[in-house]
């Protein structure tokens, strides 16, 4: 029999909300999310109702919902004229004629509608909150008569003038991202209560393209809106600069195409570019016009990082050539990576440019007209989409078609700054003459050797002082996010000690030296998992760079993503901390998670398709959730697991690309909740995701979700920390692996202990048992220095062992090096012959040690290869460690009675619990 709107689950949960309102008598009726094909006419009966949601929160997830019907009963609303909050956002509506009618209205969200004319709105006086984002409203003029407005959300409609807002003069917070606006009215941002700003991916005419509106959806622009205005009524000038952006795999010849526009001899022996270079040339024709060219580094570790700069308006060109097209790998310094097929990176321009971007498809490397491809090997109307293209075909070696490439330049750059997209960019003078000042600074260094440039660094007193010296200039900050957006300067607040990079290409470079497998760092790191710790970069790649210079690289790559602390830990006596970062670049491509994951269990699930997905997505993610977690969670190269504390729930991310042969640049990116409060949690890491998808410049075609969000998630920090069992963890630490007597009398003793602990009910985890070939020996080792209780069977080969030593010292830092709280998470039986007893025992091992560092160190200053080894680095302040320590621990044990026999042992260590 075929259901009716009437006897749907939704109607039915409808009419039981109605009917218990209707008794209770709240004022609020939350009817989201319920699917109705209409409304319930008792609905109408509420006449007290003051909050009624008739939205639908979770509108992006289109398997499991759908939009509420209201739009044919919508006069029925005139009944509730008690309401001040209405939300009806993603329903059917295609008119706000009913709203006339609700004088009393205070909030009102109408958002992913069909409406067009805010005009009824003129009514309701009293508003303070409109949310008419995504529909096709494009003026403003009806909410002049709305002088309470405080809270506006016209993002992504076809609003362009916000003058009309000038008179809301109780205005707080106003959002138009992605819009095209004309100028910004002084009469708007003078207004004394406007707090906020957003103006994401807007066009504002005469503004500039980027470092001035909001770089993301949650960046207030209002102060820097401001500055840019009031630099302008100090004196303005015109910006003729343009940004030609260049892209394609590593070694096709885009860094020759730079030089020779720039008028530089062609370079027989360059090889590739790292990270992103930023140069800058005058075309010719057209002298008022500057191409500020990026210069991009093509290897697939820059993709990430690179998105981040080409979301505003600049020309896109796109070189390729047919050798490397043919080629699916490349090696450069030591190091392989794929090629990208030029279908990629025209999927790149597409997804990631912006909408007005000219797009250029350079042939190089076309020495002789025979060679040239008239037809790029693209698929049919994949750029059919852009505006503006052109293929053309140059050779910089050969220094053919330099003129079409500079007249086609001129004419991109032209279209580009039409009144009808860019238009004509003004700034202050001010700026600008701070902006020339810089410029001049780094183009003087460039004719200095290496070590004799002087302005690689701008501290921020240096750069105030600059900004007052040049005048008109009202926001030195707000300059600077100006300047770091135009590539004249990096800039990340509160990194680099404050300071700015000028010279970028010198601090990329030394990022990417990290990467390079002949540098020897490479090989370690990827030994380690992903692991490092600043000394190693010192010794293998950063030997000739101060500390202070070494801080700020490590800064550099946490801000790109490439880089993310890990943990931090203390092995010399003086209490100085080493900390260790990831590579996510650099990891395996699986790694043990550690019980972190039950297959099987109920899990929350989430899927976001993208048309185009690179690394930079997944790295971006780990890299916020990873300095959180540190060790607590388990790393591989696509994808983390782990626990989050407040949920009571586990989380795991994986990224996967490449499945469908024809277009390996497309992907998913899948979150995976279990346990405890998973739905609550699945909510959170969303939001991680939309996140990293802002800073990777992503976005997915579709979203897919087990269940429906639940919109009373509150946003919240997450804190990933150490599934805890269901009863305390036990460890057994001693010397195994021998088949001497004496090591197979050790062997019966740890299992006597575990048989009984097992008739009690309790497991004892011995690393005999948990490890297999490839785990990690160091976590597991960490994970008993931080057991609830631990036996420990004292033997000479125990204390001579570098392994059983590390967890012994764990054992003792981990108890904050406590006599008392060490002993109470420690039963140590000492074996017969143990030498532990006299002064002269521990001092043997305090000799033992020590010879041990002495070897060690001397191994290291002999040959080259053992000092590059950090392992041998972290050993020798290990051996130290155990050196100073041992005295200390073996002390307190024998200060007190220890058990020789395993009855005493059994009494001591299990008859407690």
Known sequence: ????????????????????????????????????????????????????????????????????????????????????????????????????????????????????????????????????????????????????????????????????????????????????????????????????????????????????????????????????????????????????????????????????????????????????????????????????????????????????????????????????????????????????????????????????????????????????????????????????????????????????????????????????????????????????????????????????????????????????????????????????????????????????????????????????????????IRRANGRFTRDLLARLVWQNHSAAEQDLFLDLMRSCGIAFEHRRFTIDDDGAETIEYIAPELLPATTDTGGLWTAGDPTETVTFDYPLLHGGLIRSVMAELGGRAGANARYWRDGLCGFEADSQSRLWIDQTTGTDPATPWQGHLRLRTQGGNARELMDQLVRVVERAQQRVGLTPSTVTRSSPPDPRTEPRALTLVQEKPNQPEWYVSYAWGDDSEDGKAREAIVDRLCDAAAERGRVIVRDKNELSLGDNLIRFMERIGQGDRVFVILSNKYLASPNCMFELTELWRTSKQDPALFRSRVRICALPKTEIWTDDHRNHWIDHWEEQENKLFERIQKSKIAAMADANHRNLKLFHRFSTQVADILSNLTDHIQPRTFEELEQYGLDDC
Not at 63 to 69: A, D, Q, R, V
Not at 182 to 202: C, I
Not at 273 to 295: C, F, P, R, S
Not at 484 to 513: K, M, S
Request: charged letters at 20%.
């Open 1 to 524: 029999m075929a259901h009716t709107p009437e006897d749907s689950d939704g109607m039915a949960i409808a009419r039981q909300r109605i009917a218990e309102e209707a008794e209770a008598r709240t004022g609020r009726l939350d009817l989201r999310d319920l699917r109705l094909e209409r409304l319930p006419d008792n609905l109408f009966d509420l006449t007290h109702l003051r909050e009624l949601d008739l939205g639908n929160p979770s509108w992006w997830v289109p398997n499991l919902s759908g939009p509420n019907h209201i739009n044919a009963q919508r006069t029925g609303f005139g009944t509730l004229v008690r309401l001040e909050n209405l939300a009806v956002s993603h329903s059917d509506l295609t008119s706000l004629d009913f709203v006339s009618s609700l004088p009393t209205l205070h909030g009102f969200a109408c958002g992913c509608n069909e409406v067009s004319d805010l005009g009824p709105l003129a009514a309701c006086s009293n508003l303070r909150s409109l949310n008419c984002a995504n529909t096709q409203v494009g003026d403003l003029t009806p909410l002049t008569a709305c002088s309470n407005l405080q809270i506006l959300n016209c993002s992504n409609t076809r609003v362009s003038d916000l003058a009309p807002l000038a008179e809301c003069s109780n205005l707080q917070h106003l959002d138009a991202s992605g819009c095209q606006l004309q100028p910004l009215p002084a009469a708007l941002l003078s207004q004394p209560f406007l707090e906020t700003l957003w103006l994401s991916n807007a066009t504002v005419a005469g503004i500039p393209s980027s470092g001035v509106l909001s770089q993301d959806l949650g960046d207030n622009c209002l102060n820097r809106v401001r500055a840019h205005y009031a630099d302008l009524a100090a004196g303005a000038a015109e910006t003729g600069r343009v940004k030609l952006i260049l892209l394609g795999n590593g070694g096709v010849g885009k860094t020759q195409i730079a030089r020779w526009l720039a008028e530089k001899p062609f370079d027989e022996a360059w090889d590739s570019t790292h990270g992103i270079a930023v140069g800058g040339v005058t075309l010719a024709d057209d002298a008022a016009t500057q191409m500020q060219i990026w210069d991009f580094g093509g290897q697939e570790i820059y993709h990430g990082a690179h998105a981040l700069f080409l979301g505003g308006p600049a020309v896109i060109a796109i070189v390729w050539d047919p050798a490397t097209e043919a080629e699916p790998m490349q090696t450069c310094n030591g190091l392989t990576f794929r090629n990208q097929p030029l279908a990629y990176w025209a999927a790149v321009a597409r997804h990631l440019g912006h909408r007005d971007s000219p797009l250029l498809v350079i042939q190089s490397k076309c020495d002789r007209l025979e060679q040239e491809v008239r037809t790029p090997p693209l698929p049919a109307g994949l750029l059919d989409h852009r505006p503006y293209t052109k293929n053309l075909q140059v050779s910089a070696k050969a220094k053919r078609g330099r003129a079409s490439l500079l007249e086609t330049l001129a004419d991109a750059a032209t279209w580009l700054r039409a009144p009808e997209r860019l238009g004509a960019v003004r700034v202050g003078a001010g700026r600008l003459r701070v902006q020339q000042r810089l410029e001049a600074m780094i183009a003087a260094d460039q004719y200095r050797s290496p070590d004799e440039r002087q302005h690689r660094l701008l501290t921020m007193d240096a750069f105030t002082d600059l900004c007052s010296e040049a005048g008109g200039v009202s926001s030195p900050a707000a300059l600077l996010t100006y300047l770091d957006a135009e590539g004249t300067v990096l800039h990340r607040p509160g990194l680099f000690d404050d300071r700015i990079i000028l010279d970028q290409n010198w601090a990329l470079e030394a990022v990417y030296a990290v990467f390079e497998r002949d540098r020897g760092a490479f090989t370690e």
